[in-house]
């Protein structure tokens, strides 16, 4: 089984700046499987950032340059550090956990609004 736990959501002005975090607790807790995607109302769930399976990471070209995806293996936690925030960057931010079975965590919102 596997737990997620997301904080780190609120609301900052435009070119402000999160950190998110995820932690993931049970049996089948797997830092590599992990990874951060968002909701805009009305649109459909994306990927935000996640790391590979090779070790690698990737992320969606909206935020490549501005956001870090990076983790504590003791604490089996992954972070999501957000500059340059903008007003399209709100959303409902999900971490989610994919091997055999994908789990997701309750979402933590981001609003980015002066």
């Known amino acids: 089984q596997v737990q997620l736990l997301e904080s780190g959501g609120g609301l900052v002005q435009p070119g402000g700046s999160l950190r998110l975090a995820c932690a993931c607790s049970g049996s089948r807790c797997s830092i590599y499987a992990m990874g951060w995607y968002r909701q805009a109302p009305g649109k459909q769930r994306e990927l935000v950032a996640a790391?590979?399976?090779?070790?690698?990471?990737k992320y969606a070209d909206s935020v490549k340059g501005r956001f870090t995806i990076s983790k504590d293996n003791a604490k089996n936690t992954v972070f999501l550090q957000m500059n340059s925030l903008k007003v399209e960057d709100t959303a409902v931010y999900y971490c989610r956990h994919q091997t055999q079975y994908i789990y997701w965590g309750q979402g933590t919102q981001v609003t980015v609004s002066s």
């Open positions: 790391f590979t399976s090779g070790g690698g990471t």
